[in-house]
């Protein structure tokens, strides 16, 4: 198959990016996937959006991500309603270190258009019902932020909106691209081929390997990440997603009643290591919300982020690599930030300034040395 655009990876970066060039006007595009829309990383995240960054570049992107999002049904007009709630992200800060950091972000993130604010223990115990106020320095918080009941419904409008508007999302294995004449020629895993004037590859952590055959090898690595699962509770335990930052945890109540929580320390395999992180968890919950002390955490699920040394995206054209372009490196937020990295990606290959932020997203900012470190990873 011939195209214009060629885009290895239907995740959500890689369909946001589709989206933005297909509204432009652009001419043939298609999405090459292995095993289905939003099949990687975009179909385990669980949704969330936040603008409380500790770098400007992510809070810009953010606050443009999240305007898109909230005129999603207006834009992408998807047929299931993905249900943003806007339930807020409390970072609660027990050493007071920790809440000096938090105080320097938010005027950060305040100078960048970022309504958060600071918040005693009281003021946060007031948001938070039930969290035990003792020990704890203080807070920061944004109530715009939130989450998507349903994120795969998210993903899969970026997909039917870019369908609409031309583009085809084609079942295809790539496993190598390289330069010819006419632009770039995609290898399949079954001995077949594509060719493109451009290529963008958004393929997460399968990128690296992708890229490395041409001698382009950039610094991505898969991190595991797990996700702990309650059954559905009828009753109401906690509303904002509280992210406890000196003890390294995470929890959240989804809408159909789950309670989500990650213990933001753990690595490598399960096996007996899982109930080592369900201990830690379960003694934060102790310390910080006795009210959820009970709830069981059955479910364990796997996911994977796309982890750069500064925990930045990787966006923009590939060095010395004509019409070869990247997105990914994404370290987590790379469904909060899709919006603005579609916009941005497409203004780029359409010749345009795509924005101040994208100016540290470069590929050859490794090789520079000139990295902006993002420390706000949940």
Same mark, same amino acid.
């Given at each position: 198959?011939?195209?214009?655009?060629?885009?290895?990876?239907?995740?959500?970066?890689? %369909?946001?990016?589709?989206?933005?060039?297909?509204?432009?006007?652009?001419?043939?595009?298609?999405?090459?996937?292995?095993?289905?829309?939003?099949?990687?990383?975009?179909?385990?995240?669980?949704?969330?959006?936040?603008?409380?960054?500790?770098?400007?570049?992510?809070? /810009?992107?953010?606050?443009?991500?999240?305007?898109?999002?909230?005129? /999603?049904?207006?834009?992408?007009?998807?047929?299931?309603?993905?249900?943003?709630?806007?339930?807020?992200?409390?970072?609660? *800060?027990?050493?007071?270190?920790?809440?000096?950091?938090?105080? *320097? +972000?938010? *005027?950060?993130?305040?100078?960048? !258009?970022?309504?958060?604010?600071?918040?005693?223990?009281?003021?946060?115990?007031?948001?938070?019902?039930? @969290?035990?106020?003792?020990?704890?320095?203080?807070?920061? /918080?944004?109530?715009?932020?939130?989450?998507?009941?349903?994120?795969?419904?998210?993903?899969?409008?970026?997909?039917?909106?870019?369908?609409?508007?031309?583009?085809?999302?084609?079942?295809?294995?790539?496993?190598?691209?390289? =330069?010819?004449?006419? !632009?770039?020629?995609?290898?399949?895993?079954?001995?077949?081929?594509?060719?493109?004037?451009?290529?963008?590859?958004?393929?997460? #952590?399968?990128?690296?390997?992708? %890229?490395?055959?041409?001698?382009?090898? %950039?610094?991505?690595?898969? +991190?595991?990440?797990? @996700?702990?699962?309650?059954?559905?509770?009828?009753?109401? @335990?906690?509303?904002?997603?509280?992210?406890?930052?000196?003890?390294?945890?995470? #929890?959240?109540?989804?809408?159909?009643?789950?309670?989500?929580?990650?213990?933001?320390?753990?690595? !490598? +395999?399960p096996g007996e290591a899982s109930e080592v992180w369900r201990r830690r968890l379960r003694q934060g919950v102790v310390d910080l919300?006795?009210?959820?002390?009970?709830?069981?955490? =059955?479910?364990?699920?796997?996911?994977?982020?796309?982890?750069?040394?500064?925990?930045?995206?990787?966006?923009?054209?590939? =060095?010395?690599?004509?019409? /070869?372009?990247?997105? *990914?490196g994404f370290s987590g937020h790379g469904f909060m930030m899709a919006p603005e990295i579609g916009r941005g990606l497409a203004a780029?290959?359409?010749?345009?300034?795509?924005?101040?932020?994208f100016a540290h997203l470069r590929p050859d900012r490794f090789a520079k040395g000139t990295l902006v470190y993002e420390s706000a990873?949940?």
């Amino acid at each position: 198959m011939t195209s214009d655009i060629a885009i290895v990876g239907a995740g959500i970066t890689g %369909l946001s990016v589709a989206f933005h060039l297909a509204e432009r006007g652009v001419g043939s595009i298609v999405v090459y996937e292995r095993e289905g829309i939003g099949a990687g990383a975009s179909g385990v995240q669980p949704g969330g959006v936040r603008q409380q960054w500790s770098t400007r570049l992510n809070c /810009l992107m953010a606050r443009d991500s999240l305007a898109f999002y909230s005129k /999603l049904g207006e834009r992408l007009r998807p047929r299931v309603d993905p249900g943003f709630r806007p339930c807020g992200y409390v970072f609660v *800060a027990h050493e007071s270190d920790t809440l000096e950091r938090l105080r *320097a +972000e938010v *005027a950060m993130q305040n100078a960048a !258009g970022v309504p958060s604010r600071l918040a005693t223990a009281e003021e946060a115990a007031e948001l938070v019902p039930g @969290l035990r106020v003792e020990g704890i320095a203080g807070a920061s /918080l944004c109530t715009e932020d939130g989450y998507f009941d349903r994120p795969q419904a998210v993903v899969e409008a970026f997909a039917e909106a870019a369908r609409l508007l031309g583009v085809a999302v084609v079942h295809a294995d790539v496993s190598g691209v390289e =330069p010819v004449r006419s !632009g770039w020629r995609l290898r399949f895993a079954d001995g077949t081929g594509g060719e493109a004037s451009q290529v963008i590859v958004a393929a997460s #952590v399968d990128t690296r390997a992708l %890229l490395r055959p041409i001698g382009v090898d %950039l610094p991505i690595v898969a +991190e595991d990440r797990w @996700l702990f699962f309650s059954e559905s509770i009828a009753e109401r @335990l906690l509303d904002p997603l509280v992210i406890a930052v000196d003890r390294h945890f995470a #929890v959240k109540q989804l809408a159909d009643g789950r309670l989500l929580a990650s213990d933001l320390s753990a690595t !490598g +395999e399960p096996g007996e290591a899982s109930e080592v992180w369900r201990r830690r968890l379960r003694q934060g919950v102790v310390d910080l919300l006795p009210r959820l002390e009970f709830v069981v955490l =059955p479910l364990l699920v796997h996911g994977v982020y796309d982890q750069t040394p500064d925990h930045q995206a990787i966006v923009g054209e590939v =060095p010395g690599q004509d019409d /070869l372009y990247i997105a *990914a490196g994404f370290s987590g937020h790379g469904f909060m930030m899709a919006p603005e990295i579609g916009r941005g990606l497409a203004a780029m290959v359409l010749g345009e300034p795509p924005g101040e932020a994208f100016a540290h997203l470069r590929p050859d900012r490794f090789a520079k040395g000139t990295l902006v470190y993002e420390s706000a990873v949940v």
